[in-house]
Every structure is written in C-alpha cells, then in structure tokens.
C-alpha cells in the first residue's frame, strides 16, 4: 500500500531527553513535512523540506531537528530545548505538482514528556 | 509572515442547515488552496483543492468552496449539512514558490441531529 507511516503511534519519554519520530513515505513524493497540532492551535509548521538533502524551518522550528538523506524518510528530533514537547505530530508528504499536490498525512506519533 | 485564519472556531448547526466556514490568508503571491476535514479518531483527508481555473470547486460529500482572488479568501460552504458532518474542519494555504503548507486553526462543526 501506498502511504506515509509515522512510528511509534504513542511515545513516552522523560523530559531532558531527546527523541525522534519516524516519517517513512512510498509516495515518490519531492516534499515532506512535520507539523504539531495542539487542541485550538490547528497544524503548525515544524519543517519542511522540499527535495532530498534541503530542508527550511517553519513557524516553530524552535526545539526541533530534522534530516534529509533519503527521499522516502524525514525524521523529527525533539530535544530537550523544546520547552512543550508533549503533542501530537503529524507527517505529511506531497509531490508539488499541480494538480495533486496537496499533503498526504501520516497517522500521527503522539508524544508524552513527564 | 504568511498566515492562514478561520474566521469561527466552534459552530453549532442543525441537520439541514446551510453551512459557510470562512477561510483568508496574508500571502500575495501564487498559491493552491485547499480544505481538509478530521473526523473524531481519523487523519486528515482532502475535502476539495483549488490550484488554477474555475474559481469555484466541488469536494467530496457535496461540500464545495470559492476562491476570491481579491479577497484571498477560500470559503466553504455545504447547502444542507448532516449530522455526519460533524467535525474539525482545516483550511490550508501552499505557497507556490516553495510548496510551504500552513494551516489555519482549523473550525469545530458540531450538527445537531
């Protein structure tokens, strides 16, 4: 199947520890994403990275990494500087060519810091 | 900065009521628009897209949604809504110049059977 899969659905860390959350596309997608969603927030733009090995911040870049070696994969670091790491993220991917190119979404990993 | 707002954060409606969700953003330049829906406990998923031509597009479920250029505004609208329609509703702005998606905070749609 087609798809964007993010892993591990629920992820529990302690706080000072850094993490990362797995995007793994078979989209042949160009672009990839990572947002957080927070109840009355909607989806804030964590990264983005157009084509392999290229990536720009978005609107809360703060806190986060990201990689991109491969087409397929756009791992999220959380570290321990993210002051609120405890959210929902979702990955998405999209191929940037009119007239599919709106994002596909992951199911999302929800992280828990205590 | 680029921002995407929707004007109603929480509306309550009745089955058969008509339904508008507004939606602007700050950004001149080329964009594709488009409106995603989250059912409780699903992903997101495409309701309807606008990327050139006709002005005003149909999605699925019978929802459809104007863009006014001089306005920069995407709307939604549905003639008559179902109770099946209950849920958060997203409208998302991708700048053309770089494939940016940002969202706005998304509209609560609670229909009261």
């Known amino acids: 199947d087609g798809g964007i899969t993010q892993s591990p659905k629920y992820l529990f860390r302690k706080e000072g520890q850094n993490v990362t959350l797995s995007c793994e596309q078979n989209?042949?997608?160009?672009?990839m994403y990572w947002y957080r969603q927070d109840p009355g927030q909607g989806l804030r733009l964590i990264y983005y990275?157009?084509?392999?090995?290229?990536?720009q911040k978005g609107d809360i870049a703060e806190g986060y990494s990201v990689s991109r070696e491969k087409k397929e994969s756009f791992p999220l670091t959380v570290t321990s500087a993210q002051k609120n790491p405890t959210a929902f993220y979702l990955c998405?991917?999209?191929?940037?060519?009119?007239?599919?190119?709106?994002?596909?979404f992951g199911q999302g990993t929800r992280l828990t810091v205590v | 900065a680029q921002s995407v707002s929707q004007h109603n954060h929480h509306v309550i409606l009745s089955e058969a009521a008509s339904l508008e969700l507004g939606c602007n953003y700050s950004?001149?330049?080329?964009?594709?628009l488009f409106w995603y829906v989250q059912y409780p406990g699903q992903h997101l998923q495409l309701l309807l897209k606008?990327?050139?031509?006709?002005?005003l597009v149909k999605g699925i479920k019978g929802f459809e949604a104007e863009f006014i250029k001089s306005k920069f505004s995407f709307n939604l609208r549905k003639p008559s809504v179902q109770w099946s329609d209950t849920a958060e509703y997203f409208c998302?702005?991708?700048?053309?110049?770089?494939?940016?998606?940002?969202f706005g905070k998304g509209t609560r749609l609670h229909i009261l059977p």
């Open positions: 998302a702005v991708q700048l053309n110049r770089d494939d940016k998606i940002i």
């Open positions: 606008y990327f050139s031509g006709d002005p």
């Open positions: 989209l042949n997608h160009d672009a």
């Open positions: 998405a991917s999209s191929n940037g060519r009119a007239p599919s190119t709106e994002a596909f």
């Open positions: 990275s157009q084509i392999v090995n290229d990536f």
């Open positions: 950004y001149g330049g080329t964009v594709n």
